[in-house]
């Protein structure tokens, strides 16, 4: 393809681009990435990318601030290199859920690094399944977001599991379940949370809904600690749940999500590639699909200014 290049921005997102340009059909770019003594980055693009169309992909792997900057750092190079227009690639958006002020003298993280992606000299950013829908407007630049719904209810269609349900963990996360009851055309169950006296926690305690003697699925945009996941896993098996499958877009799995996952009645966790995972965080429970495809084609459609939207219209 002319005039397009793709560029990992560390180590940790060599993999993904690697998947991504092998979809492309290209030659990964070439840059040399490292650390001076006084801990201070340096980037150097090896090759000419005068009046080309770049794309920088950066995933997010510990530590989170590294990446960032790293990002930055590499935008503004492409940038002084007179590069024609330059895309970030974020797979999973960091600080996505520092996204409102919901408490007294705090940022909104999220706005924040928006605003350092653009200052840097970012003409476009390609995301997946934003924690907030309300992030994309953060951009005063065009911000794409695609979403892993498609390959998950893909994988699981080919499961065959009979007797499903779809299972909201809350009433917050019903509109997403009821999408993925009305695509595998089974029920849908809530899990009811409420208020445990003057303790702000809420506690999750009965099931709207049958799930008796049924299959269940969970889908989150994300699964960090596993916490509020394993606590509807308790309680739809309380109820009579049979198998239980939980999906996501982004399994970011902090500690102590393995523990959790691992002594959990859960059958498996499934999820994307939009955050690398490191071998001690491999368990048989989880499977792992690649949305790298996936954003191989949203990078062609945008190189040659065609629909990205008419890419799910298909699915």
């Not at 150097?44 to 009046?51: A, C």
């Not at 960032?68 to 958006?93: F, H």
């Not at 509109?175 to 169950?189: D, L, N, Q, R, V």
């Amino acid at each position: 393809m002319e005039k397009l290049k793709v560029f990992s921005c560390s180590d940790s997102a060599e993999k993904f681009t690697e998947e991504v340009c092998n979809y492309l059909m290209i030659e990964k770019g070439q840059i040399n990435r490292m650390k001076f003594k006084n801990d201070n980055n340096f980037v150097q693009i090896l090759e000419s990318v005068r009046d080309q169309d770049i794309f920088l992909i950066q995933t997010t792997e510990p530590p989170v601030n590294e990446r960032i900057m790293e990002l930055l750092i590499t935008v503004d190079a492409v940038k002084r290199a007179s590069a024609k227009r330059i895309t970030v690639v974020l797979p999973y958006y960091m600080y996505s859920r520092s996204d409102k002020k919901d408490q007294p003298r705090i940022p909104v993280t999220a706005k924040l690094l928006a605003q350092l992606i653009e200052a840097s000299g970012a003409d476009r950013v390609l995301t997946c399944d934003l924690h907030n829908k309300a992030i994309q407007a953060y951009f005063n630049i065009n911000c794409d977001v695609l979403t892993g719904e498609y390959l998950l209810e893909k994988y699981f269609d080919s499961k065959n599991i009979s007797d499903k349900v779809v299972v909201a963990t809350d009433a917050g996360s019903s509109k997403k379940a009821y999408k993925y009851a009305e695509h595998f055309g089974c029920p849908i169950a809530m899990v009811d949370k409420r208020r445990d006296g003057n303790n702000d926690k809420a506690i999750a305690s009965s099931v709207i809904g049958e799930i008796e003697g049924k299959n269940a699925l969970i889908f989150d945009d994300e699964v960090d600690t596993a916490g509020s996941i394993m606590q509807t896993v308790e309680v739809i098996k309380k109820f009579g749940a049979k198998d239980i499958y939980v999906g996501c877009t982004h399994g970011v799995l902090s500690n102590p999500a393995i523990e959790r996952l691992k002594n959990s009645e859960i059958k498996e966790l499934v999820m994307t590639n939009t955050v690398p995972l490191p071998d001690d965080k491999k368990i048989d429970k989880i499977v792992v699909v690649s949305v790298s495809d996936l954003f191989g084609e949203a990078i062609k459609r945008i190189h040659e200014e065609t629909s990205i939207g008419k890419l799910f219209e298909t699915n």
